[in-house]
T-cell receptor, first 118, second 114 residues
Framework: DGGITQSPKYLFRKEGQNVTLSCEQN?????MYWYRQDPGQGLRLIYY???????QKGDIAEGYSVSREKKESFPLTVTSAQKNPTAFYLC?????????????????FGPGTRLTVL | AQKVTQAQTEISVVEKEDVTLDCVYE???????LFWYKQPPSGELVFLIR??????QNEISGRYSWNFQKSTSSFNFTITASQVVDSAVYFC???????????FGQGTTLQVKP
């Protein structure tokens, strides 16, 4: 089945540790995104990648890092520099530019990873 | 700046009632896309609809319908004859075409009681 997988589903981190969240898609999508969701709030963009070996910072990139070595994979590392990392993290992907000439295609989301700092 | 506002934080209805979720957006772009997503308790966002700024026709899909009004910058979502399975958080979002970034509203939590 085509889709987006994220692992692990739940992750616990001690303060000062780096952790990496996995995101894999087999939809052959070019663009991939990482969002953070805090309780009672909408999603905020952390990083995005429109093509392999290239990625851009989103609105809240501080304390996070990513890589895009393969089209299918876009892992997110939450570093110790992220002061308040406890949140729900969602990965998404979409096709390349749509009919408007811009990135207007719908994004498909993975099941999410819930990260808790102990 | 681009912004999406969902003023209703929580809505509670009884099964079979109709319910409308409001969405108001701000953008300076002439071409833009709007989306609605559903987030059930499992957490995964489910895509519901995508609408471009040039298409103001209302859309109906089963019990779901959407009313897009450019004059009031609104993209409201109506569920007819609501069911318990409709209970979820619903997000309205606006796409930034240069990046694909989705600008989300804060979401409306819908509770449908039996």
């Amino acid at each position: 089945d085509g889709g987006i997988t994220q692992s692990p589903k739940y992750l616990f981190r001690k303060e000062g540790q780096n952790v990496t969240l996995s995101c894999e898609q087999n939809l052959n999508h070019d663009a991939m995104y990482w969002y953070r969701q805090d309780p009672g709030q909408g999603l905020r963009l952390i990083y995005y990648s429109q093509i392999v070996n290239d990625f851009q910072k989103g609105d809240i990139a501080e304390g996070y890092s990513v890589s895009r070595e393969k089209k299918e994979s876009f892992p997110l590392t939450v570093t110790s520099a992220q002061k308040n990392p406890t949140a729900f993290y969602l990965c998404a992907s979409s096709l390349d530019k749509g009919t408007s000439g811009g990135f207007d295609n719908e994004q498909f989301f993975g099941p999410g990873t819930r990260l808790t700092v102990l | 700046a681009q912004k999406v506002t969902q003023a209703q934080t929580e809505i509670s209805v009884v099964e079979k009632e109709d319910v409308t979720l409001d969405c108001v957006y701000e953008t300076r772009d002439t071409t833009y896309y709007l989306f609605w997503y559903k987030q059930p308790p499992s957490g995964e966002l489910v895509f519901l609809i995508r609408r471009n700024s040039f298409d103001e026709q209302n859309e109906i899909s089963g019990r779901y319908s959407w009313n897009f009004q450019k004059s009031t910058s609104s993209f409201n979502f109506t569920i007819t004859a609501s069911q318990v399975v409709d209970s979820a958080v619903y997000f309205c979002a606006l796409s930034e075409l240069s990046t694909g970034k989705l600008i989300f509203g804060q979401g409306t939590t819908l509770q449908v009681k039996p």
